[in-house]
Each structure stands twice: as C-alpha cells, then as structure tokens.
C-alpha cells in the first residue's frame, strides 16, 4: 500500500525484519538516553511506520501483526515492551499515536483507545494524542481554517481509557484555552509546536499573567515549508526563526533616531515594530486604509498581532493617501523606510478596460462586487480568496489561470483546505489556460495545448501579480534622505521574508 505523498508501493515487511525493527527502535531509545536526554517519544501517529501498522488503511497483514486491532497494535506494543525493559522502569517514555486519522477507512477512536490501553500495559508513562495522516494532513497542523484545539477531543477520549498523562495538541494558541482543557479534565498536559515558534516566551508571559503580550501563531503553517520544501524553517509571526543565534536582535540603539516608514504591508508593519522596540521615535504613515495592504485579508492573524504590538510600543500610525517628498521634508526623519508601491496588475488584452471589468482587491475591500456569472483571471492566493468570497453569495465563478492549480503560493496543507472550500462554492477551475479577450458577455482563452476557448461572463475579475512602482523611494533618495527599501510582498510564502526584510532593515538604523 503506497504511503499517501508517495507513488512508490512498498515490499511487504518478513517477521525477521519486523523483529529487527523492534529492536532498532528499543535501541534508538537507549542511544537517547545515552547522549543525556530525559526522556524519548515513540512516534506512531500521521503514517509514520508504526502508525501504518496500526491501521486498517495500510496494515493488510494476515499473520499475527495483522487482523484486528489488537494484532495490528502488536508491532508497537512489542516496541514498547522491549524499551521498557532495555530502559528500566524509571526513564519516561512517551508514545504518540493519531486519535483518529480522520480518512475513511483509517484508524478510528475506537480502535486508538484500545491501542493506548495495550500501550500503557507495556509500559508507556505517558500517551501524546495528535489526528490525522499524510492523506489528512491538515489535521496534522491545522490551518487557519479550523479552529483552536479542534483535535482535543481525541485525546478526551483516551484520557477516559488510560490512568497514565495524556497529552494533547493543536492549535493550542492561548493560555486561556490551554488552562480551560486541563481544567476540564480533558488532558494532562498541553504540547506546544507552532506557538512556540511564534513566541518563544509563550510559557514565560503566560505564567507572568502577560497573556495579551503573547504573539500568538495563526496557523499560516509557512513553517511546513521546511517539510514540503526542504527549505530553512521561518515563520510569518517571528523574524528571528533560524537566527537565534544573532545576539540581542531588538537591543535598544545607542542613539535614538526618528525614523519614518512608509506603506502597510507584512515588511512595514514589522520595521515599524522593530524601530521602535529599538527605542527609535517611529512614525508609520500607511497609504491604503487597510492595514496589511493587498494582504489583509489573508493574514488577518499577522495584521491584528502586528498592529497590536506597534500601537502598544508608541507608534504614531497615520493615514496618508499619497506622499511627496515635500510632506516627507516637512517630518525631518533621520531614517525613511519605503515598501515599494503597487497596484493591481493589469493585462495588455482587448477589452480590458470593459465596464464589466473589475479588480480583486476592491472587490475584497468590500467597495464593489459581482454577481451571476464571473470569471476571475488568476488563481493566486487573491483570486482564490475572491472566488471564495464571491461563491459563498450565489454568484456562479470560474478561476482562469496559466499555472497548473489555485492558490500555487500557498503551503500545501492550506491549499488543500483552500481547495476544498472552492469544491463546496461549486467554484470551477480553467487551469493552463490564458486570457486573451474580455468581451461585454464573455472571456476568449487559450488552452495549455494553443486551442481557443470561451466562457460566458458577466463580469470578469482581475486577480494578477501586483504592478511595483518606485517613484517615491527615487524622488526621496534624490532628496539626500537616508532611505531603505522594503520589497512588496507578493505571494503568501513571499511573508517571512519580507517580515524578516522589515526586521534586518528597522536593527541597520
């Protein structure tokens, strides 16, 4: 049975090489104790080995490791047993399983409080209950989408069947929900992953009674990147993930500065909070009324934490519609930090200046909207939150877009949520497809194989690439101001660098 992010089918395990396994796994556990650690996890949830022993979606065995729960539990309950006894009674060991995979056919409630049970009997000091697999990874790292501690209940479950600690996870974002669940008596202890990269200080600020100083994660899940993509792991919330060893990153600058910054996007708003925990004088003048910019709508969580944190630090925010030099001469910054200016893209096709033509973003901001049937060029993280919005009020949408599916420059566990979302606004999709004509009831496209197609439309949507400008950063620079450039964000995944841009440019001041 090939695992679920993989085509290759796998050979079947012989009972010595089952056996074997038990032992590596018994072994890894003591080599861990060895090298000073205080205690090991076993992993058998999200179809991991163990996890794919455990259940019937993947466990098609007929010997004694396979059959029912009790035989497809064997393989790691013998883990368990041997560990036990190469460990000695008194290091903990912890096993973790899925309190259901959440996939048909998979492992449900049922069988997994069973299974905690064999465990504890073999020596388990403590059960870590998760959800879901690779076929249901977003209740692996809920996006998001779902709401905080939605798996808690699993772990409930299994605390009913086990005298030993349950742990449990998800999306455990603030203190006050972490305090109610062990209040309830529905776990023991409260497992925190993506909270801590969002802040470190979590547990610190919590036990301080600073719950409101809390940065709290959003389940953006950029930080499976370094799972999916293999690339360093960062997060949209904290510039400093995977440089934490850069010393006194926020140290307060030897000469207080006034620095201005200019824009509302992922980079401004986190130079504006680094500028000023440095103790610069700052001033934010954003030029669109919602904070965040073009990005407001799908972050909500880094927009509302970041304007928390700046208001909190003093920040003076204003509103500018436009500035000119000549308001920027008037302030005498020392510092000017500019997030390059945009606007909605545009393309060069006959009929784009329709009246049946409108942009994403206003229809986003609430200012315009569409009705009966509308064709959105683009499938961009914009236009996909645009069908979704226009969908869910009855219009009839279809997403035109050149790239092989939507919302291509989101992590994949949120994309598949994004996705199902389209599926249940009856949102169709014309993928490898491009544009070539709006007309007043219609949109003319070329297919990835160079046919011509047409879709009737009554309004046709534009969601592509902003348009960057850089006129006021030149004329500023051409001013003798100390100016810095911040980049326009451009896609989802865009965010932690620019968040990262806006923090290494607020610490040069």
């Known amino acids: 049975v090939p695992w679920a992010s993989f085509a290759e089918v796998p050979g079947e395990l012989t009972v010595p090489e089952i056996e074997e396994l038990v032992q590596c796994y018994a ?12 205690g090991v996890e076993f992993h058998g949830a999200h179809g991991y080995l163990i996890c794919q022993f455990f259940s019937p979606l993947s466990n098609k065995r007929t010997d004694d490791y396979g059959g029912d729960v009790n035989k497809r539990a064997k393989f790691g309950v013998d883990i368990m047993k041997l560990a036990r006894e190469m460990l000695g009674p008194e290091y903990p060991v912890l096993f973790r399983i899925s309190g259901s995979e959440m996939e048909e056919g998979g492992l449900t409630t049922d069988d997994t409080r069973i299974i905690a049970g064999l465990l504890q009997e073999a020596g388990a000091d403590c059960i870590d209950v998760s959800a879901g697999n690779y076929g249901a990874s977003e209740w692996m790292s809920q996006t998001a989408f779902m709401k905080p501690g939605c798996i808690v209940k699993y772990a409930t479950e299994i605390k009913r069947e ?12 603030d203190p006050r929900l972490a305090e109610t669940i062990l209040e309830e008596d529905n776990a023991d202890i409260i497992a925190l992953g993506r909270p801590l990269l969002a802040d470190p200080d979590y547990p610190l600020k919590a036990q301080q009674g600073r719950r ?30 995977s440089y934490e060893h850069e010393e006194n990153a926020e140290e307060k600058a030897v000469t ?9 996007g992922p980079a401004a708003l986190e130079a504006a909070r680094t500028a000023a925990l440095r ?17 407001s709508w799908l972050i909500h969580g880094f927009v509302a934490e970041k304007l928390k944190a700046i208001k909190k630090l003093g920040v003076k925010i204003e509103d500018k519609s436009r500035v000119t030099a000549e308001m920027v001469n008037r302030l005498i910054p020392d510092a000017v930090l500019v997030e390059n200016e945009v606007s909605p893209g545009v393309p060069g096709i006959p009929g784009v200046d329709g009246r049946n033509v409108l942009q994403a973003v206003d229809i986003l901001s609430g200012e315009k909207t569409a009705e009966g049937k509308v064709a959105i060029l683009g499938g961009g993280s914009i236009g996909v939150q645009t069908a979704l919005h226009l969908g869910k009020r009855g219009a009839d949408v279809t997403i035109i877009e050149e790239k092989r599916g939507p919302a291509f420059e989101i992590e994949q566990v949120t994309r598949k949520v994004l996705v199902q979302r389209l599926n249940s606004c009856n949102v169709k999709t014309l993928f490898r497809c491009k544009a070539t004509a709006i007309e007043e009831n219609g949109v003319k496209y070329l297919d990835g194989d160079g046919n011509q197609g047409r879709m009737e439309a009554e309004n046709v949507v534009l969601a592509l ?16 101001f100390h100016t810095v450039a911040l980049e326009y964000c451009h896609s989802q995944r865009g965010v932690c660098n620019s968040v990262r841009q806006g923090a290494e440019a607020a610490r040069s001041i």
């Open 27 to 38: 072994l890894a556990a003591c080599r861990a104790r060895e090298a000073g650690f205080d």
């Open 162 to 173: 086990v005298d030993v600690p349950v742990i449990t996870v998800g999306r455990i974002n």
């Open 212 to 241: 409101e100083d809390i940065v709290k994660c959003i389940a953006c899940n950029n930080c499976l990147d370094i799972i999916f993509l293999y690339k360093p792991i960062g997060c949209i919330q904290n510039p400093y993930v």
């Open 256 to 264: 207080p500065r006034k620095v201005l910054i200019i824009g509302e």
């Open 279 to 295: 103790g610069h004088d700052t001033t934010l003048w954003k030029t669109k009324e919602q904070p965040g910019g073009y990005w």
């Open 465 to 480: 690439e902003m348009e960057t400008h850089t006129e006021l950063i030149d004329n500023l620079e051409k001013e003798g």
